[in-house]
């Protein structure tokens, strides 16, 4: 077994992670093979979300997880299987998403499925990612009159503007 690897694939979608929820586009982009697809999740309403190539992964999340946007994202219990330079992994996935602009969050999981490759230059990259949600909610600020957020990341690059504009949501 090819521990070096299985760490390398698991750092490899730790940064994925990350970068989504620190809006670190530019970085991310290193993740993906060029040819990368993903699949995020089913919805009643929305159906699945189909990528295809790494600029459209990437721009779609720049695009939609903007600043008024936190997310956070857990994963965890990956079973991983390489075969040369590919391999195969599935992670349990928790995700609170927090839209300040429409006063909602939503919190759900799934179980994504990957794929990666080895490059020629020795790294590991994703090139398939996708989950099928477990299940999703969506609650809203004005049903929990307490509920106050004092601070996120993106209060001072709020498009508004304001100072504090996160403690004004609640």
Same mark, same amino acid.
Request: hydrophobic share 35%; net charge negative.
């Given at each position: 077994?090819?521990?070096?690897?299985?760490?390398?694939?698991?750092?490899?979608?730790?940064?994925?992670?990350?970068?989504?929820?620190?809006?670190?586009?530019?970085?991310?982009?290193?993740?993906?093979?060029?040819?990368?697809?993903?699949?995020?999740?089913?919805?009643?309403?929305?159906?699945?979300?189909?990528?295809?190539?790494?600029?459209?992964?990437?721009?779609?999340?720049?695009?939609?997880?903007?600043?008024?946007?936190?997310?956070?994202?857990?994963?965890?219990?990956?079973?991983?299987?390489?075969?040369?330079?590919?391999? %195969?992994?599935?992670?349990? +996935?928790? =995700? !609170?998403?927090?839209?300040? #602009?429409?006063?909602?969050?939503?919190? @759900? &999981? /799934?179980?994504?499925?990957?794929?990666?490759?080895?490059?020629?230059?020795?790294?590991?990259?994703?090139?398939?990612?996708?989950?099928?949600?477990?299940?999703?909610?969506?609650?809203?600020?004005?049903? %929990?009159?307490?509920?106050? +957020?004092? =601070? !996120?990341?993106?209060?001072? #690059?709020?498009?508004?503007?304001?100072? @504090? &504009? /996160?403690?004004?949501?609640?």
């Amino acid at each position: 077994m090819d521990l070096a690897a299985l760490e390398e694939i698991r750092q490899l979608k730790y940064r994925y992670l990350r970068c989504v929820d620190l809006k670190r586009w530019d970085e991310i982009a290193e993740v993906f093979t060029a040819d990368a697809s993903a699949e995020y999740g089913t919805h009643a309403v929305r159906g699945q979300l189909s990528l295809h190539g790494r600029d459209e992964i990437v721009g779609y999340l720049r695009d939609n997880l903007g600043p008024e946007i936190t997310t956070v994202h857990r994963c965890g219990q990956p079973e991983i299987t390489i075969n040369g330079d590919k391999a %195969t992994g599935t992670w349990s +996935f928790e =995700d !609170t998403v927090i839209a300040m #602009t429409y006063r909602v969050w939503i919190r @759900g &999981a /799934a179980f994504y499925e990957d794929s990666y490759e080895r490059g020629a230059d020795g790294r590991w990259r994703i090139s398939h990612t996708g989950y099928r949600r477990i299940y999703e909610t969506l609650s809203s600020f004005d049903d %929990t009159p307490s509920l106050r +957020f004092l =601070d !996120t990341m993106w209060t001072a #690059t709020a498009s508004s503007g304001e100072a @504090g &504009a /996160a403690e004004k949501t609640g």
